[in-house]
């Protein structure tokens, strides 16, 4: 079997892990874009998604920034983990905006990895920004031949 492509390498990473990841569907997380090294997830605020302040919970869109981030550092059919990460919020969002998560590369050396990801809503606000340094550790997403 030939050699795949580094856009199939991603695709199939993003596959292999999606067809895991209970917790991005369970929060109707959707992933719309995946190339090497970068990833664009999205989903709706829904009323359960919001806090007592009416706007939708920190942690929640945490964890939209945390999926793309996951897809964008995995895209090589290396499995990596978050190794330490941070979010600043921009401003708040509310039940019925659409958040869309843009995670890229910053730098990749060794095991370690840099990503940036920016959460903007339905009309392009900036809700929040996130890094995460990711850490490669032992094993594949999925088997690759050997040539």
């Not at 999205?42 to 359960?48: D, F, G, T």
């Not at 919001?50 to 996951?70: E, P, R």
Request: proline share 2%; charged share 20%; aromatic share 6%.
């Amino acid at each position: 079997m030939a050699d795949i492509s580094a856009q199939e390498r991603a695709e199939r990473s993003r596959d292999a892990m999606w067809g895991a990841d209970e917790a991005s569907r369970w929060l109707g997380i959707s992933c719309e874009k995946i190339v090497p090294g970068e990833a664009v997830v999205q989903m709706p605020v829904l009323a359960h998604h919001c806090n007592g302040h009416k706007t939708c919970h920190g942690g929640v869109s945490y964890a939209l920034a945390d999926s793309a981030f996951a897809l964008a550092c995995n895209s090589y059919n290396q499995v990596a983990v978050a190794q330490h990460n941070s979010m600043t919020y921009i401003a708040p969002a509310f039940a019925g905006d659409v958040l869309r998560a843009h995670a890229v590369e910053r730098s990749r050396a060794g095991r370690s990895g840099i990503y940036d990801v920016r959460i903007t809503n339905q009309n392009g606000d900036l809700i929040a920004e996130f890094r995460g340094g990711s850490r490669i550790i032992r094993g594949q997403h999925f088997q690759e031949s050997e040539t």
